[in-house]
């Protein structure tokens, strides 16, 4: 069992590397479950993925739509086995070159120093809106 401290280490860690995408890989669970907020037939990276494939599909469906320019870390709470990471990101669109700028919500759970659950909330009308070319 992780205690509070070895957790909020963890996403630290994975949080402050150069490169998330791989560094978060690292700490997933086999049967990761990867959540996102947002309406599916606008947002595709919108619902549940499973395992650390599923976890390369949200990403590359996100990335192929949405460029960040901004992706800065505000906060972190950490409680058990939850890390919470308040985040701040802005970017475009990029089908329509439209900007976009939001609070994200992270909740990370481990188990046993392994990522089990992630839930992301955020602007999910920011998105919308800059996905639609009107």
Do not use: C
């Not at 606008?42 to 993925?49: C, E, K, M, R, S």
């Not at 494939?53 to 990335?63: A, I, V």
């Amino acid at each position: 069992m992780s205690t509070t401290e070895e957790n909020l280490a963890i996403i630290k860690k994975i949080h402050e590397a150069p490169d998330y995408k791989e560094s978060v890989a690292q700490y997933l669970a086999d049967d990761v479950e990867w959540w996102a907020d947002g309406p599916k037939e606008v947002l595709p990276w919108a619902g549940t993925f499973y395992g650390p494939k599923g976890k390369e599909e949200w990403s590359n469906r996100l990335n192929s739509l949405m460029e960040y320019e901004q992706f800065e870390i505000k906060e972190y709470i950490a409680q058990g086995d939850n890390v919470v990471v308040v985040l701040f990101a802005k970017g475009y669109a990029k089908p329509t070159k439209k900007k976009f700028e939001s609070e994200i919500v992270r909740i990370y759970t481990l188990r046993n120093g392994k990522i089990v659950r992630v839930r992301s909330y955020y602007n999910t009308a920011a998105y919308v809106s800059a996905l639609r070319s009107q």
